[in-house]
């Protein structure tokens, strides 16, 4: 079964830095890959997504993500954080085969400060 | 403007009751998902539904259930049986004959147990 680890459960940074959020998974094949993001007391909207072909995948609001098959990772960045982006972050695996629901990481919080 | 639509948004419930909280969608996507979100815990797979009259227990399906009589919706019941109901509960749907797995999320109910 596939599984999902996101390393850091809070991360603050401050408005127009950088960020990187990590994501390991674990799954036997190349799988499908998902950043979302959520807003307090709201639903899951997608970022960004990663199926196959070029491992860097570009996403809504400014994000990317870039798959790294030797490390099992797939790590979402963004040159400089505005403070809408403060959220809680889910990095998700999708199986090829079998279960089709996916699996998600258990999140990062993300605070930004002026 | 298709989307997933979860009602109520707020649910109380006393010790001892069923409820079921509603999720319907007009995308024309054959999945559906439950998915209950614990504070640090990520997303956890209740139940899912392929297709139409068919559905199969996810990770965390003790005290749920769940009916799938129509395409557009996908009712979940949580039962008194259920010992630790309160969290938040997202629906999502997929378009079961895509490649990928990607789900669309509705805004999510919170149960809370009095």
């Known amino acids: 079964a596939q599984s999902v680890t996101q390393p850091d459960i809070h991360i603050t940074v401050s408005e127009g830095a950088s960020l990187e959020l990590r994501c390991n998974y674990s799954y036997g094949a190349t799988p499908y890959l998902f950043w979302y993001v959520q807003s307090p007391g709201q639903g899951l909207q997608l970022l960004l997504k990663?199926?196959?072909?070029?491992?860097l995948v570009q996403g809504i609001k400014g994000f990317e993500a870039e798959f790294k098959r030797s490390q099992s990772s797939f790590n979402l960045r963004k040159p400089s954080v505005h403070w809408s982006d403060a959220a809680e972050y889910f990095c998700?695996?999708?199986?090829?085969?079998?279960?089709?629901?996916?699996?998600f990481g258990s999140g990062t919080r993300l605070q930004v400060q002026p | 403007d298709g989307g997933i639509t979860q009602s109520p948004k707020y649910l109380f419930r006393k010790e001892g009751q069923n409820v079921t909280l509603s999720c319907e969608q007009n995308?024309?996507?054959?999945?559906m998902y439950w998915y209950r979100q614990d504070p640090g815990q990520g997303l956890r797979l209740i139940y899912y539904s392929q297709i139409v009259n068919d559905f199969q227990k996810g990770d965390i399906a003790e005290g749920y259930s769940v009916s799938r009589e129509k395409k557009e919706s996908f009712p979940l019941t949580v039962t008194s049986a259920q010992k630790n109901p309160t969290a938040f509960y997202l629906c999502?749907?997929?378009?079961?004959?895509?490649?990928?797995?990607?789900?669309?999320f509705g805004p999510g109910t919170r149960l809370t147990v009095l």
């Open positions: 999502a749907s997929s378009d079961r004959d895509r490649a990928n797995n990607e789900q669309f």
């Open positions: 995308l024309n996507h054959d999945a």
């Open positions: 990663y199926f196959s072909g070029d491992t």
């Open positions: 998700a695996v999708g199986a090829v085969t079998g279960r089709r629901a996916l699996t």
